[in-house]
């Protein structure tokens, strides 16, 4: 779990994590799901789209990784030392384009649609992954910029 907490404090200290560029290796996804958000009482309807990498070597995963949407993000998902620590440390990593995280629809008091839309997204990928522990492991989220609502609304409806 180490591994995981250095990289996090790294990029929030801004130290740039550097690579030869993005290998097309660690672009690589096992499984999707994707959905609608139609729970808004006043609308409107917002999509998701989650994709799961699990690392070859889990047989049980950890945790997971959660990050969405934002430059930042897309090159931390697919970097060779993030995926290299998660697979140390059994954690999946989930990428959300387009984020199940509706910013149009920010309201403090209404995270549980937010989260409740990310569980809907999540549990058929619980199934198609056949790991079933996906359903209750830990989230571990990470963003920037607006995706910092995501990881405080992840954190306090968890």
């Not at 047989?59 to 997971?64: A, E, F, N, S």
């Not at 079933?132 to 954190?155: D, F, K, N, Q, R």
Request: glycine share 8%; hydrophobic share 45%; charged share 15%.
């Amino acid at each position: 779990m180490i591994h995981v907490w250095i990289f996090i404090v790294l990029i929030a200290l801004g130290c740039p994590l550097r690579a030869a560029g993005p290998s097309p290796d660690y672009q690589v996804f096992q499984f999707s799901a994707s959905g609608v958000n139609d729970t808004w009482p006043d609308g409107p309807e917002s999509k998701g789209t989650l994709y799961l990498w699990i690392p070859e070597t889990c047989t049980k995963l950890r945790g997971v990784v959660i990050m969405a949407t934002k430059v930042p993000e897309h090159r931390l998902v697919g970097h060779a030392a993030i995926r290299r620590a998660c697979a140390e440390q059994d954690l999946g990593l989930i990428w959300s384009v387009p984020t199940f995280w509706n910013f149009a629809k920010y309201a403090k008091d209404r995270d549980d649609l937010q989260v409740a839309f990310f569980q809907r997204l999540l549990d058929p990928l619980v199934t198609t992954s056949g790991y079933s522990e996906l359903a209750h492991v830990p989230w571990l989220p990470i963003g920037e910029s607006g995706h910092l609502l995501m990881v405080c609304g992840l954190v306090i409806q968890s």
